[in-house]
């Protein structure tokens, strides 16, 4: 599947959630949680979808990497797996 170069970017969209997701962890309301999902949906397809551990997240200095390694399971679409290689 391709995307049009001036359309939505997945590997931007999927960026910005896990930016939030890094914000949205450090709210008191979610300490309680064992695990919470975002998913990444675009034309009705899954571009991405991470489980994030919530006792395994510490907030550090690299947002996207403090969410990504308290990450149990990330499923990503072929072409974003690649982008982000």
Same mark, same amino acid.
């Given at each position: 599947?391709?995307? &049009? &170069?001036?359309? $939505?970017? $997945?590997?931007?969209?999927?960026?910005?959630?896990?930016?939030?997701?890094?914000?949205? =962890?450090?709210?008191?309301?979610?300490?309680?949680?064992?695990? @919470?999902? =975002?998913?990444?949906?675009?034309?009705?397809?899954?571009?991405?979808?991470?489980?994030?551990?919530?006792?395994?997240?510490?907030? #550090?200095?690299?947002? @996207?990497?403090?969410? =990504?390694?308290?990450?149990?399971?990330?499923?990503?679409?072929? =072409?974003?797996?690649?982008? #982000?290689?």
């Amino acid at each position: 599947m391709g995307f &049009p &170069p001036d359309g $939505p970017n $997945p590997g931007l969209a999927t960026e910005h959630m896990v930016i939030a997701m890094y914000k949205f =962890l450090q709210q008191e309301d979610v300490k309680g949680t064992k695990s @919470i999902i =975002l998913k990444v949906s675009q034309d009705n397809e899954i571009v991405s979808q991470i489980t994030v551990n919530t006792q395994k997240f510490v907030a #550090g200095e690299y947002l @996207i990497k403090s969410v =990504l390694d308290a990450s149990d399971d990330i499923v990503m679409m072929t =072409l974003l797996r690649n982008m #982000g290689k």
